[in-house]
């Protein structure tokens, strides 16, 4: 693959658009694997969500061609690629378990697995087409996102929105068939759609969520236009009114293309094996440490102090979380779910969760104390009881990272927590079986499976 004198946008395009399922390394390709059932899991549980519903019905009220499955529990029905890929990547998206990318911040899951199986879908690939689409979205995300990160971040841009939509036109046109010249010109289309502000994280707005099913959407929409004839700038990446230029103070350019087809950074992403925002994750767990491993009555804690990294104590410290996202981000509701339960929750929360009276009463309790010493992503939790004793348990990754990731049994035991409660354990197995023999089957029967568990017809 020549690509001496070709700028990072036209570089990953080529390398994107060449990439063969038979020359991904296979841990890179089993990754795809389960991440691709980690994020289905979150697809047939959002159907029971609102947010779900609602993204599913104004794809009704706004219509379009019957190529592809929108799905919606009892009344999943037809529409265009473009709607299936916002509406199904919004209810995969509103579950607060999909998979993180830590050095971008970003949710690739949420913008790339649904795009990837309506393009499917549509144009009647298989399930090794898949697999490699989810390889190539998941590079381009943690490419673009990693080299502006954590800048573009800090200037209020969503990550999952933004990146994202690079993620999902990789995903896209790999299984169209771009070949490079029109891959390149497809990232320049998506990266004048690339959007998503981080407001939403002071009142719990949906748009986070919205913003997902808008990447997905966008990928999907580059990649047919520049099949008819409309064309992007090829150095939207690095250009000097770039992306990274544009929308970060500090970039690093050397990232998009580094170690390009020797390092495959879907083998980055990590995996949240319960509730939460990624970054409550370790306390949840450290939390439930102290409940179980040391038999703590939760009856006999007067205090829960919580050392956090600073971006945590700031941007997850809401002890009056009052809509579903915001509870999911709220540190203090985070361990009063798990005060409540007792363990960590390995299912999403509803209306009657959030105001819950016995988990309100454990939000008080709650502490949370900046410590530049803490890992981003890890937690000490200090239990004060009421006897005069203290009880601390330290957890700096929590479990599901990129670097101890869960075996493929371990996701599948997720998914039958979260499936089988609402399509049944015989739909549950279906697809488990399909997508651990994925290149076996084709995108039609993975598809008929998942809507056949998303009705719940044998719940």
């Not at 020549?2 to 700028?7: H, N």
């Not at 691709?36 to 794809?59: K, N």
């Not at 046109?173 to 690339?194: I, K, P, R, T, Y």
């Amino acid at each position: 693959m020549k690509t001496e004198g070709l700028g990072a946008t036209r570089r990953l395009a080529r390398h994107l658009a060449e990439l063969r399922l038979d020359a991904i390394p296979a841990s890179a390709v089993e990754r795809a694997r389960l991440l691709l059932l980690d994020g289905l899991a979150c697809l047939v549980l959002g159907t029971r969500g609102t947010v779900g519903q609602g993204a599913v019905e104004a794809m009704r009220l706004l219509g379009g061609h019957p190529h592809c499955t929108v799905f919606a529990g009892t009344g999943d029905f037809r529409s265009s690629v473009r709607n299936a890929a916002y509406a199904n990547s919004m209810t995969l998206y509103s579950v607060g378990l999909n998979d993180i990318h830590k050095p971008s911040t970003s949710h690739p899951g949420g913008c790339i697995v649904m795009p990837s199986l309506a393009v499917a879908e549509w144009l009647g690939r298989d399930g090794g087409d898949i697999l490699t689409a989810l390889v190539a979205g998941y590079e381009m995300n943690a490419r673009v996102g990693t080299a502006t990160a954590p800048s573009h971040r800090e200037r209020g841009f969503h990550t999952t929105g933004t990146v994202g939509t690079f993620g999902a036109t990789a995903a896209a046109g790999s299984l169209m068939g771009l070949n490079a010249d029109l891959l390149a010109n497809a990232f320049g289309v998506a990266g004048s759609q690339a959007a998503g502000l981080y407001e939403f994280h002071h009142d719990g707005a949906l748009t986070m969520v919205f913003h997902a099913g808008r990447a997905a959407q966008n990928g999907v929409e580059a990649c047919i236009l520049v099949q008819h004839g409309l064309t992007g700038p090829v150095t939207v990446l690095e250009g000097d009114k770039g992306f990274c230029r544009a929308l970060s103070d500090s970039y690093d350019l050397d990232v998009l293309t580094r170690n390009l087809g020797e390092r495959y950074l879907i083998e980055e992403t990590s995996f949240r094996l319960y509730y939460g925002c990624n970054s409550t994750l370790a306390a949840s767990a450290a939390t439930e440490r102290l409940l179980v491993t040391h038999g703590i009555p939760v009856d006999d804690i007067r205090e829960i102090v919580v050392r956090c990294h600073p971006v945590v104590e700031r941007d997850n410290n809401d002890p009056e979380a009052g809509t579903l996202l915001a509870a999911r981000l709220s540190m203090q509701f985070n361990l009063a779910l798990v005060l409540d339960r007792g363990h960590v929750w390995t299912a999403d929360i509803y209306d009657e969760d959030l105001w819950s009276p016995p988990i309100r009463a454990q939000i008080p309790s709650v502490r949370l104390v900046a410590d530049d010493a803490m890992p981003r992503f890890g937690a000490s939790v200090t239990a004060l009881l009421k006897d005069g004793r203290s009880v601390e348990e330290v957890i700096l990754s929590p479990s599901g990272d990129a670097d101890t990731p869960p075996s493929f049994d371990e996701i599948a035991t997720k998914f039958r927590r979260m499936v089988a409660p609402v399509g049944g354990a015989a739909s549950a197995e279906r697809v488990i079986s399909i997508v651990a023999e994925l290149e076996r089957h084709s995108a039609a029967e993975l598809i008929a499976a998942l809507a056949d568990a998303c009705r719940g017809e044998h719940a």
